[in-house]
């Protein structure tokens, strides 16, 4: 079984900064590509940023040059930096990775942490 855990969301003033936080745990054999996506009321889920474990990271048009994504790879935790906060940037931010068990490999998902990005 594998677990992801978010935290670091809250309530953060535009123009202000924030930092998420999501740890894996349980039977991993490996962790490949991790990432950060997001859901507004009444939206889908979209990407937000993305890190292979080479260290390559991708970001969503909406966050570059604003979010800054890193992953501790010992540590089995990924990180999102959020400056420059935007009342658009309000959503459920959820975590992903893609893990590998000794028996399989699946994509986990952790259980969301709330942002809110007041005006």
């Known amino acids: 079984q594998v677990l992801l855990v978010e935290s670091g969301g809250g309530l953060v003033p535009a123009g202000g900064s924030l930092r998420l936080s999501c740890a894996a745990s349980?039977?991993?054999?490996?962790?490949?590509?991790m990432g950060w996506y997001r859901q507004a009321p009444g939206k889908q889920r979209e990407l937000v940023a993305t890190?292979?474990?080479?260290?390559?990271?991708n970001y969503a048009d909406a966050v570059k040059g604003r979010f800054t994504i890193s992953r501790d790879s010992a540590k089995a935790t990924v990180y999102l930096q959020m400056n420059s906060s935007k009342p658009e940037d309000t959503a459920v931010y959820y975590c992903?990775?893609?893990?590998?068990?000794?028996?399989?490999?699946?994509?986990?998902w952790g259980q969301g942490t709330l942002v809110t990005v007041s005006s």
């Open positions: 349980g039977s991993i054999f490996r962790i490949d590509a």
């Open positions: 992903n990775a893609r893990v590998g068990t000794t028996m399989y490999t699946l994509n986990a």
């Open positions: 890190i292979t474990t080479g260290g390559t990271t």
